[in-house]
């Protein structure tokens, strides 16, 4: 009477999180970890998902997000976005130079979840997916390059995001990965206050 997860058929999408009636299975956190290097003085840069927009309570801003963060103890809080205009530009690169002439079609490589679900259920179309990085390695090796002793946190709503930060074949430059949710607990245990920042 136990569940068992099939690992030839699991991509990380997460979704087994929701879907569980008991909330019986859960991802594991680095908020612990998170916390820890801010604590020992590491500088500590989130890189948040753009869609961090609505998240956290309608009347959060951008600027009350980002004094928020700092309260937390984060020194910087930079926006994806910047790793999808650069991931949105090599894919078009590749797209040129490979579609019609080597390849029928290519598929984005942006989702780590998309990416596992292919390679492990429809391998014969793995060849079609673009091999550009994602916004969040792109991002993370544009900080890392200004701030090469920095711990680099992503932020972001997908919890397939915590794989892709450690998949061995590729140097994703991110040390740690939280959920929208992990970051709103982490909010409420600090107690901050929203309608008090700027």
């Not at 500590?44 to 928020?68: E, W, Y």
């Not at 963060?69 to 930079?78: D, T």
């Not at 061995?168 to 939280?178: A, H, K, M, W």
Request: hydrophobic share 45%; proline share 5%; net charge neutral.
């Amino acid at each position: 009477g136990r569940a068992v997860i099939q690992q030839e058929k699991c991509v990380s999408c997460g979704q087994c999180l929701v879907s569980c009636p008991f909330g019986a299975i859960v991802v594991k956190s680095q908020i612990y970890q998170v916390i820890r290097s801010i604590m020992q003085g590491d500088e500590v840069i989130a890189i948040m998902a753009p869609a961090f927009s609505g998240q956290f309570g309608k009347d959060v801003t951008v600027g009350k997000l980002i004094s928020a963060m700092k309260v937390l103890g984060f020194r910087q809080v930079v926006e994806v976005a910047i790793g999808a205009d650069i991931c949105a530009v090599e894919e078009a690169r590749d797209f040129v130079e490979k579609v019609p002439s080597q390849q029928p079609f290519m598929a984005t490589s942006c989702c780590p979840a998309w990416h596992a679900m292919v390679h492990k259920l429809y391998p014969a179309q793995a060849k079609n997916i673009s091999m550009t990085l994602t916004p969040m390695v792109y991002t993370a090796r544009m900080v890392k390059k200004e701030h090469p002793e920095a711990k680099i946190v992503f932020v972001g709503p997908c919890a397939a995001k915590k794989l892709e930060a450690i998949r061995e074949n590729i140097r994703s430059d991110v040390d740690f990965v939280l959920t929208f949710e992990e970051m709103q607990g982490m909010f409420e245990a600090k107690e901050v206050d929203f309608e008090n920042l700027r």
